[in-house]
């Protein structure tokens, strides 16, 4: 079964700067896709960022980028230019390419906070 | 984009009592639909994959008996907890995927249900 880390608990940032959040994940597949997906307080689960495992070129989403190392089993998310509406839940899912019910696997989540 | 709703947004219930929660996929159909769990504080757990007029997969460990799911169309599933007890206490969320061709088979997800017995 794949697996999915994400190191830090919890992350701090000041407003206007830069944080990257690490995850990295165990498979032996070779095709999947990966998501960052932010939990805020009311809980909604909202999709940031996705990633085909095939693709080299990093995904970028306004603020948010990834820096997707697959050899390396890494797919950290950058957020720049941090703004309060960031302070969240972040969560790294990866999903199998197969047909193989397209469920997500979660890691455990890194709680942002963003400081004025 | 594509919406997903939850009822109840929270319930409470007494210990020994059913509750069923609903998810719709509001305006589009969704083939598969999938439960999760959430401890405070904690991640996501898949509980089971339900599709479209067939009985769900239930992920190891989930109890089918007490965690009875129906997908009767395409746009509702419900989760009903039988016998709910306060270990049952928990954030229950759904996702629907929509089906359609793409790379992605993007999920949506609902904003929740908070089930607390007493």
């Known amino acids: 079964a794949q697996t999915v880390t994400q190191s830090q608990p919890e992350m701090s940032v000041q407003e206007a700067e830069t944080v990257t959040l690490s995850c990295t994940y165990d498979?032996?597949?070779?095709?999947?896709?990966l998501f960052w997906y932010k939990q805020p307080p009311s809980r909604q689960m909202i999709l940031v960022i996705r990633?085909?495992?095939?693709?080299?070129q990093n995904a970028t989403e306004n603020r948010f980028s990834v820096n997707f190392q697959k050899a390396a089993k890494s797919f950290s998310l950058k957020i720049s230019d941090s703004q309060l509406g960031d302070a969240a839940m972040y969560f790294c899912?990866?999903?199998?390419?197969?047909?193989?019910?397209?469920?997500?696997?979660f890691g455990k989540g890194t709680s942002l906070l963003v400081t004025p | 984009g594509a919406v997903v709703s939850q009822h109840p947004s929270w319930v409470i219930c007494k210990s020994g009592t059913s509750v069923k929660i609903e998810c719709r996929s509001l305006?589009?159909?969704?083939?598969?639909m999938f439960w999760y769990r959430q401890f405070p504080k904690q991640s996501l757990m898949l509980m089971a994959t339900?599709?479209?007029?067939?009985?769900?997969?239930?992920e190891q460990g989930v109890e089918k008996d007490k965690f009875l799911i129906n997908h009767a169309s395409l746009t509702l599933s419900t989760l009903t907890v039988t016998s709910a007890h306060p270990e049952d206490s928990s954030f229950y969320i759904c996702?629907?995927?929509?089906?359609?061709?793409?790379?992605?088979?993007?999920?949506?997800f609902g904003p929740g249900t908070r089930l607390t017995v007493l």
């Open positions: 996702s629907a995927r929509t089906g359609t061709s793409g790379p992605y088979n993007e999920q949506f």
């Open positions: 498979t032996s597949e070779s095709d999947y896709y």
């Open positions: 990633q085909e495992a095939y693709k080299q």
């Open positions: 899912a990866y999903r199998s390419a197969r047909n193989s019910g397209y469920a997500l696997n």
């Open positions: 305006d589009f159909q969704a083939t598969t």
């Open positions: 339900s599709n479209e007029g067939s009985k769900a997969t239930y």
